[in-house]
């Protein structure tokens, strides 16, 4: 058996009502749990971008992605392994706000790229951004404090190869 | 853009006219060179067909018995004439009850626009009488959908999903039209659609592709082609025939790919997979260089991948990159129009003689003839043989006809032994094996080519799926020829039930009515042989008729379609009996 790996996937497309439909259809009909997604605009005008992150076999991503790239609205999509890409998610910590003045508390956030953003009498929220595994590990520390609420963005991710996609538009027009 | 947008605005403006979304519907149909649709009507398409009322003398509509008749008849009519087939439902279960026949153009790659109604935009989502969410239902089984909310939107769509549904790789385009866009009013222009900026119909073809792909087959010893469907898809019979005969390879075809080249042909070595020929099959794991044009190796083509041609390089022409790799790895991969391939790889590839390679396929099918063909085609047993009415067929049209099959046994000896001469000839079920195809596909197949004879071949079970649609035949005088072989079995799940189930025979014995009343109750000439003597007399009585005809021909019972690749062996163990 072939072993599974991470692969984050980029898909460019139109931006039309139904393509994450459309889009997670093909992730289904494989029998494929999406581990992380998001959605944006990407830098072209009205040309969105869909970042999944899946754990799968190499050969199993390419058929994938290949399916993915051959739905009609969809302009390119990519895969790339961890080491291709710069990636980054978003956390939020509600906390009791009784922990505030909590020294322990302090020194765990001194993890980088974790800060207050807003706090009142009764809660306060962190936000911590970093590689998924910083943010598994900020969450374990922070559960004793008893979490009010937490929740975690879909990985976005930049990727170190060029991805054409003016230059596919371009050809295809 | 923005100069682009207005003079867009200003050409609307000059040579548009007012009518309502309703009316632009067939505008644009009759502006795409569509002339007929089948369908059935309902609330939610009520405008569209207050339209096809009034457009009647340019535009024809056929009233099926079911949606899913109405499909299945607009594949019927797309297979045989290339043209896109056209279906109107209704929402809610109208819309629903044409899920199976698109699925069905989707794996098949036939590129049908079927136009559903919805309900008004403002009642989107609340659950409304008779709606459905079909966008939904819809999109993994579509090449591509979209739901029209605005009558605004309705001549580039429409022009959209025909370009989506005929170019590059065919396929299904579901259109679903509010009931409010179709009441509404636009100032009408109608534009054909050229491109999609984010699909790329057809590949730009690589020629080193193609001198890497012509520099493998010539140094081939013992070079095989296995082709398919895109073939004809591509319309590209000729090129393909002016390859094999330059390198005189032999060729064999997938179930789709029937009819592309005429049975007689002599590269023709018949067909491969599950129950396919002989020599095709055992070859395949023997030949050096394995040439995959226009198919996309399906498991019933391959039986186990594991041991499937692993001695071979493997050369693969498609349109569809997605097909590359999917489930044989290819050496080289020549991604393009077939057509344009085919005609480019001529000046590359160098005359060849392949005979010692051609004689083995020729001791194979001698082993075929003796052990299976000569029982089916001139039988000795009492009982009478699929394989003997398909020939009793073949004789009496000269193999001229177009074949329609459903699914099943029948279906098996339909492809097996039927002699096709022209292109587009075998309709069928093919990737999802859907049972009451072919009645319906039959009545479309005919008015797609009404000069050529349309012949049904249906077993008991798949007729009394879809056999409704006589009540078509009845109102739209379509001169199908039908024949049921009737073996009172659903008998291909019968013989895996007497092979892998020990003759366990769980609901697989069906009692049918009487056909031939049923046939005569819409007013359709029938008859029933069981006897051998006089199958021919029927078969020709049936040809001779200039009108529909309805033919029952009385099976024996346990009947067994061989040879067989039983699931998960391997294509060379195939079985003889």
């Known amino acids: 058996m072939e072993e599974n790996k991470n692969f984050t996937i980029s898909v460019y497309t139109e931006n039309n009502i139904g393509i994450l ?47 993915l ?61 970093g590689l998924k595994e910083d943010i598994d590990r900020m969450y374990d520390k922070l559960k004793p404090y008893g979490l009010l609420q937490f929740v975690r963005s879909g990985r976005i991710a930049i990727t170190k190869p060029k991805m054409a996609i003016s230059e596919l538009l371009a050809e295809i027009n | 853009m923005e100069t682009l947008k207005r003079e867009v605005e200003k050409e609307i403006a000059e040579k548009s006219i007012r009518i309502t979304g309703a009316e632009a519907v067939i505008k644009c149909l009759l502006a795409e060179g569509v002339n007929l649709a089948y369908g059935y009507p309902g609330g939610a398409i009520m405008p569209v067909y207050d339209e096809i009322y009034k457009y009647q003398d340019q535009f024809h509509h056929v009233l099926t018995r079911h949606e899913q008749g109405a499909i ?53 989502g609340s659950d409304a009488f008779q709606e459905t969410d079909i ?45 409010d866009a179709q009441f509404g009013e636009l100032d009408f222009l109608y534009k054909k659609c050229e491109k999609v900026r984010s699909y790329r119909a057809v590949p730009i073809l690589n020629i ?50 029937l009819s592309a080249l005429e049975t007689a042909h002599p590269l023709h070595v018949g067909m491969v997979g599950m129950h396919g020929n002989y020599a095709p099959n055992v070859l395949t794991n023997s030949c050096d260089v394995l040439i995959a044009i226009g198919m996309r190796f399906d498991d019933r083509v391959t039986g186990n991948l594991a041991t499937y041609a692993k001695q071979a ?99 098996m000896f339909a492809w097996r032994y039927a ?41 008991d079970g798949g007729y009394q799926m879809t056999c409704n649609e006589l009540g078509t035949i009845l109102q ?36 049918s009515p009487n056909f031939v009343k049923l046939a005569e109750a819409y007013d359709i000439e029938a008859v029933r042989v069981s006897k051998r003597e006089d199958l021919a007399g029927a078969i020709k009585t049936m040809i001779a008729s200039k009108e529909a005809f309805f033919l029952e021909v009385v099976i024996e019972q346990e009947d067994n379609v061989f040879p067989m690749i039983p699931t998960g062996a391997s294509v060379s163990d195939i079985r003889l009996s």
């Open chain 1, 21 to 67: 439909n459309r889009l997670s259809a093909i992730f289904l009909k494989r029998h494929i749990n999406i581990e992380s997604m998001t959605v944006s605009k990407s830098e072209i005008d009205r040309v969105h971008r869909f970042t999944f992150v899946v754990i799968v076999p190499e050969t199993l991503i390419r058929k994938v992605v290949l399916q």
């Open chain 1, 69 to 129: 790239e051959k739905q009609i609205e969809v302009i390119g999509a990519f895969y790339h392994t961890e080491d291709e890409i710069i990636y980054h998610e978003t956390a939020l910590f509600k906390i009791s706000s009784e922990h505030l003045y909590d020294e322990q508390i302090q020194d765990k956030m001194k993890f980088r790229r974790a800060h207050i953003i807003s706090i009142n009498e009764r809660w306060f929220v962190i936000e911590a951004s």
């Open chain 2, 72 to 124: 299945h008849a607009a594949q019927g009519f797309a297979r045989v004439s290339g043209k896109v087939g056209m279906v109107f439902a209704t929402s809610g279960p109208g819309a629903t009850n044409l899920v199976t026949g698109i699925a069905d153009a989707q794996i098949d790659s036939t590129p049908l626009v079927c136009i559903t109604g919805q309900v008004g935009s403002h009642l989107l």
């Open chain 2, 135 to 179: 966008i939904g239902i819809s999109t993994p089984v579509t090449k591509w959908n979209y739901q029209i909310t605005k009558a605004s939107e309705i001549p580039e769509i429409i022009a959209k999903a025909f370009y989506i549904a005929k170019s590059g790789r065919p396929g299904p385009v579901l259109i679903d039209i509010t009931k």
């Open chain 2, 208 to 257: 080193d592709k193609v001198k890497e792909a012509a520099a493998l087959i010539n140094s081939a010893k013992k070079p095989f082609i296995v082709w398919g469907q895109g073939v004809i898809l591509g319309k590209a019979e000729q090129e393909f025939k002016k390859f094999i005969e330059k390198t005189n390879i032999p060729s064999a075809c997938t179930g789709l790919g």
């Open chain 2, 313 to 411: 390089k493997v050369i693969h022409f498609d349109i569809d990159p997605a097909e590359v790799d999917k489930n044989v790895k290819t050496d080289i991969a020549v991604i393009a129009d077939v057509k344009e391939s085919l005609a480019e790889i001529m000046q590359f590839v160098n005359k060849a003689d392949h005979k010692e390679w051609m004689q083995e396929f020729n001791k194979l099918y001698d082993v075929e003839l003796k052990a299976v063909i000569n029982d089916q085609l001139n039988p000795t047993k009492e009982g009478l043989t699929m394989g003997e009415v398909i020939s009793g067929i073949n004789k009496e049209t000269n193999g001229d006809a177009i074949m329609v099959s459903d699914v099943g046994q029948h279906q």
């Open chain 2, 419 to 459: 002699n096709f001469k022209k292109t587009r000839s075998n309709v069928t079920s093919g990737g999802l094996g859907t049972m009451g195809f072919a009645l319906p596909a039959a009545i479309g197949a005919k008015m797609g080519a009404p000069e050529r004879e349309v012949v049904a071949i249906i077993g």
């Open chain 2, 476 to 511: 739209t005088k379509a001169a199908v020829k039908i024949v049921v072989l009737n073996n009172s079995y659903l008998g291909m799940v019968r013989q895996w039930q007497e092979l892998f189930f020990d003759k366990r025979y769980a609901s697989t014995e069906m009692v």
